[in-house]
C-alpha cells in the first residue's frame, strides 16, 4: 500500500520550496492553493543580497542561505527548461554624509570581504544622481519569483499534485491515524499560507507582525545599466527591459492591496532621487509580507498537533531562504532531524 500523501497548504515560495524538496526525495504530495493574483510571493522582487538595510550589515546567515539557494533555483530551471535565477552585480550608494561615514568604518570589517567588489563601481552620471558615493558587492542574485511560481505550479498539477482550492482549517482533522481532508488521507499537513496564518487556531500564538509593501513597474532607459541599484529604494531591470523598484514597509494597514498615499508619493520620490533619467510608472502591486515578530522564520510541528507543521515568516527574504529552510522541515518530518533552534517552532513556543 503507498504511503498517504503529505498535504501543502498554500503555494508560495515556502510552500513551493517545500514541493520541490519532497519531489526530489519522491515522497507523494499534494499541494492546495487559492491561486490569488496577488500574493507576496507573487509579488516579491526576489533579491537576494548580501549588505543591506540602514545599518550596512551583511544579512543573517546570508552564505549559508546563498550556497543553498543559487544551485537549487537552477536545478528547477534546468528540470522545466527555464531560467528564474540571475547573479547580478549589485550597487549600493550611499545617501548622506553620516551614510558615507558608516561606511568607511564597517567595510573592513571581516564579514564584509567575501561581498565586496575589489573595484569602485563605475556608473553612468547622466542616468544616476551622485554616482561616486557608493559600493558593488558580490554573491548576489535576483529570483523571477512570478515565473518560478507558475512554472512550478504547471510541473506539480502535470503530476497531479496541484490543486486550486481555499482550505479552512476546520476542514483538515488529525488524529493518531493521519491527516484528513475532503475525504482523503495524509501523513501530515504543512501549513505555508503566509501571513494568512495569523487567522489559523492552532497558530494563535505566533507573534506575526506582518507589513504591508509596494512595488512599482518602471520604464526608464538606464542605457546599458544592468547591475542591481539601490538609494532609498532598489531598482531591477528584468529581462523583458522593465524595471521595478522597491519598495514601502506599512505596519499598520486595513486593505492588503491598497497602499497608503503617501507610502507611494515617497517610493515615487526616492526613484526619482536615484535616477536622473525621465522614469514613466505604468504600474503598482501591493501584498503583505508575513513576518514574525524577533524571529527570521519559524518552522516545525505544533506542540499538541505532531501531524500539523508550519512553515512561516520568511518576510522579505523567501527566495533566499525558503531552499534551506524547505529542506529542515522536511528532513524533520521524514527523518526525525533536529530542527535548527533559531527556527524551531516549539523551541520558540507558545
Known sequence: MPSPRILIIGQGLAGTALAWRLWERGVPFLIVDRAEALTCSKVAAGLMTPITGMRLTVSWRYAQFYREALPFYRRCGRLLHQRFCFPRGYVRLLKSEAEIAKWHKRRQDADMQPFLH????????????????????RHAAWLDTPAYLEASRGFFEQQGAWMQAHVKPEDVHDDAAGVEWRGELFSHVIWAQGWNAQQHPLFHWVPFQSARGTILTV????????????????????????????????????????????????????????????AQITAAQTAVRPIIKNHQALMGTHPSHPRVAFLNGLGSKGSLRAPWLARHLVEHLLDGAALDPAFDLQHNGV
Open 219 to 278: 520604464q526608464a532607459d538606464l542605457r546599458g545599466e544592468r547591475r542591481i541599484l539601490n538609494r532609498s529604494c532598489w531598482l531591477l531591470l528584468r529581462p523583458d527591459g522593465s524595471l521595478r523598484a522597491g519598495s514601502t514597509y506599512e505596519w499598520q494597514f486595513d486593505n492588503p492591496h491598497t497602499p497608503a498615499p503617501d507610502q507611494l508619493q515617497q517610493l515615487e520620490q526616492n526613484l526619482a532621487s536615484l535616477l536622473k533619467v525621465p
Open 118 to 137: 575589489p573595484q569602485r563601481p563605475v556608473l553612468d552620471a547622466d542616468v544616476i544622481h551622485a554616482p561616486e558615493n557608493g559600493f558593488q558587492q
